[in-house]
């Protein structure tokens, strides 16, 4: 399933949560940084969206969408390109933590207490594949002695002692089919990699969704392969948007303005660590 159908599905869940309620529903106010851009909603909900790579005018506030319908951006998340997708996706990520409150997803649990990593249970024997420069992650996986490699398009978003393990991009075919578990960051949802990264790991892969970009609503992303979906869930919303506006990277959001939200797709009897197949040796350049 690629990322516009997965985006598709979310949409279609939110609407169907939120019902006539969205249609009551404005934005507020949209800012955008050198990292992300954000909505806030008249529902006091707000969400972001990686926007990398656009060249966006950092500290910027749009007016010109302000007192628009929800609604009116939710599809081009899905459908659009560009500024109009990013701010497509913040808007649903912002619709989905509403949509959030009054549901409990079936078949997940909330992990309480948990980062993405610590819940993916990374074993210092496995091979593990990075999408995007998680330095906190990378940091760690050095830490257990994991064999790893980073997938990033902009290598200078890393620091020197990572580079050993950086990978161009466009060696994912080389590179994801090895891995035991497989992190990708949510914007990939933003620029249209997702659909052919997932389609890449293999079916013993543990495969982690994670970033600010992620919808807390993970229905549609667990159908298609993904067994963690972690987002963030907005606590003050103005002092969010301040940030994004500001320019900062995702890991500034957390604290007062935004918290990690890990949400695990429930397991059958076996666990992966039990049913996870050989890994394959990376390729050595």
Same mark, same amino acid.
């Given at each position: 399933?690629?990322?516009?159908?997965?985006?598709? &599905?979310?949409?279609?869940?939110?609407?169907?949560?939120?019902?006539?309620?969205?249609?009551?529903?404005?934005?507020?106010?949209?800012?955008?940084?050198?990292?992300?851009?954000?909505?806030?909603?008249?529902?006091?909900? !707000?969400?972001?969206?990686?926007?990398?790579?656009?060249?966006?005018?950092?500290? @910027?506030?749009?007016?010109?969408?302000?007192?628009?319908?929800? /609604?009116?951006?939710?599809?081009?998340?899905?459908?659009?390109?560009? #500024?109009?997708?990013?701010?497509?996706?913040?808007?649903?990520?912002?619709?989905? *933590?509403? !949509?959030?409150?009054?549901? =409990?997803?079936?078949?997940?649990?909330?992990?309480?207490?948990? /980062?993405?990593?610590?819940?993916?249970?990374?074993?210092?024997?496995?091979?593990?594949?990075?999408?995007?420069?998680?330095?906190?992650?990378?940091?760690?996986?050095?830490?257990?002695?994991?064999?790893?490699?980073? #997938?990033?398009?902009?290598? &200078?978003? #890393?620091? $020197?002692?990572?580079?050993?393990?950086?990978?161009?991009?466009?060696? =994912?075919? /080389?590179?994801?089919?090895?891995?035991?578990?497989?992190?990708?960051? @949510?914007?990939?949802?933003?620029?249209?990699?997702?659909?052919?990264?997932?389609?890449?790991?293999?079916? !013993?892969?543990?495969?982690?969704?994670?970033?600010?970009?992620?919808?807390?609503?993970? /229905?549609?992303?667990?159908?298609?392969?993904? @067994?963690?979906? =972690?987002?963030?869930?907005?606590?003050?919303?103005?002092?969010?948007?301040?940030?994004?506006? *500001?320019?900062?990277?995702?890991?500034?959001?957390? @604290?007062? $303005?935004?918290?990690?939200?890990?949400?695990?797709?429930?397991?059958?009897?076996? $666990?992966?660590? *039990?049913?996870?197949? *050989?890994?394959?040796?990376?390729?050595?350049?």
């Amino acid at each position: 399933m690629a990322e516009r159908a997965v985006l598709k &599905a979310t949409i279609g869940i939110v609407r169907r949560e939120l019902g006539p309620i969205l249609d009551a529903i404005a934005i507020e106010r949209v800012a955008m940084g050198e990292f992300f851009a954000g909505v806030k909603l008249s529902s006091g909900h !707000a969400g972001a969206c990686s926007a990398h790579g656009l060249n966006l005018n950092t500290g @910027g506030q749009s007016t010109g969408l302000r007192g628009h319908k929800a /609604d009116y951006l939710l599809d081009a998340a899905a459908d659009a390109t560009g #500024l109009e997708r990013v701010l497509g996706i913040a808007t649903l990520n912002a619709l989905a *933590q509403l !949509a959030a409150e009054s549901r =409990a997803p079936a078949g997940c649990e909330e992990v309480d207490g948990l /980062d993405a990593f610590a819940a993916a249970e990374v074993q210092p024997n496995e091979t593990v594949v990075v999408i995007g420069a998680f330095g906190p992650f990378l940091r760690r996986l050095r830490g257990i002695g994991a064999r790893h490699v980073v #997938l990033e398009k902009d290598p &200078a978003l #890393l620091k $020197s002692h990572e580079l050993p393990h950086y990978r161009p991009a466009h060696l =994912a075919p /080389d590179v994801v089919p090895h891995a035991d578990v497989v992190f990708i960051t @949510g914007a990939t949802l933003a620029n249209e990699t997702f659909g052919g990264l997932i389609a890449l790991a293999r079916p !013993a892969a543990r495969i982690i969704l994670v970033g600010p970009t992620v919808p807390i609503i993970p /229905d549609a992303f667990f159908d298609c392969g993904v @067994g963690i979906v =972690a987002g963030i869930r907005v606590n003050d919303p103005d002092a969010f948007m301040d940030v994004i506006a *500001q320019g900062v990277p995702g890991y500034m959001f957390f @604290g007062a $303005s935004a918290a990690k939200v890990v949400l695990r797709r429930r397991l059958h009897p076996a $666990s992966p660590l *039990q049913t996870r197949t *050989q890994a394959l040796p990376l390729p050595v350049e």
